[in-house]
């Protein structure tokens, strides 16, 4: 089973029925949408997306800000975590543990854009996002350059991918202790701080379990984009062990 955490949308309990003739992947989805730092005005755009997602594709989603609601007897019906713009410290020491307890023992975690803004202080978690979140300049228009092309996040995606999202540089770069799926090209946009090497999606194992991010999901618009939507189910896909 398969948790998103995103940043923050109320806490609707209703399960979509998957929509007939699609696949069915089987499997659930908790979006958890807290944040205890800035708050990103697309967050509900995101839940909407996933939802439909799941009614598209055959899987369940939840929705929660309760902190509470990360603890091992929550986990263990999902098979991954996905935190979207999760900022700030939006868990507990007692849910940071069942956190990492679940991940090192298999479950899958997808990051999403600010889930890198987060948890500063807790070395467990920079391992497990890739790396921090340390700037970015204004939301503009750049050019992604996918590296590989055989993952399920980014098998739908053109080689030299043009969008507009707010880029963020990270320290460090996680090149080295991820599998890097993309990076965007700082010669198409102001105000990159990275160079020439600047990863903004990847991948790795966490102990037993699997880890995905990506930097792309700022703007509300990016939701209603198929592409980009595309690229979210892959990689909640990779992370729950389906695709």
């Known amino acids: 089973m398969l948790i998103v955490v995103l940043g923050g949308c109320g806490d609707p309990a209703s399960r979509p029925a998957p929509a007939g003739g699609q696949d069915r992947d089987g499997f ?4 958890f949408t807290r944040t205890t730092g800035f ?19 055959g899987f ?19 098979r991954a975590v996905v935190f979207l713009s999760t900022t700030g410290e939006p868990l507990g020491p007692a849910q940071q543990a069942a956190l990492q307890r679940w991940v090192e023992a298999g479950g899958g975690w997808i990051g999403v854009h600010a889930a890198a803004d987060a948890f500063y202080d807790w070395p467990w978690y920079g391992d497990l996002v ?11 228009r750049a050019t992604v350059r996918v590296i590989d092309r055989g993952h399920p996040s980014t098998d739908s995606l053109p080689a030299a991918w043009t969008r507009t999202d707010e880029w963020y540089d990270f320290r460090p770069n996680p090149r080295g202790r991820v ?15 990275m160079g020439t090497d600047h990863p903004v999606i990847w991948s790795h194992e966490q102990g037993r379990g699997r880890a995905w ?14 592409r980009f939507l595309a690229h979210i189910l892959g990689g909640i896909r990779w992370a729950a062990g389906a695709g």
């Open 39 to 57: 708050r990103h005005a697309s967050i509900d755009d995101g839940v909407a997306a996933i939802r439909r997602l799941g009614a598209g594709h």
């Open 28 to 31: 659930a989805v908790l979006v």
């Open 179 to 193: 599998h890097v799926l993309a990076t965007v090209d700082e010669s198409t946009y102001q105000g990159g701080g």
């Open 213 to 226: 991010y990506t930097a792309l999901g700022h703007t509300e618009a990016s939701w209603s984009e198929q």
């Open 130 to 140: 890739g790396a921090w979140f340390r700037r970015h300049p204004p939301v503009q």
């Open 60 to 78: 369940t989603v939840d929705a929660t800000e309760d902190p509470g609601q990360v603890r091992d007897a929550v986990l263990r019906r999902y």
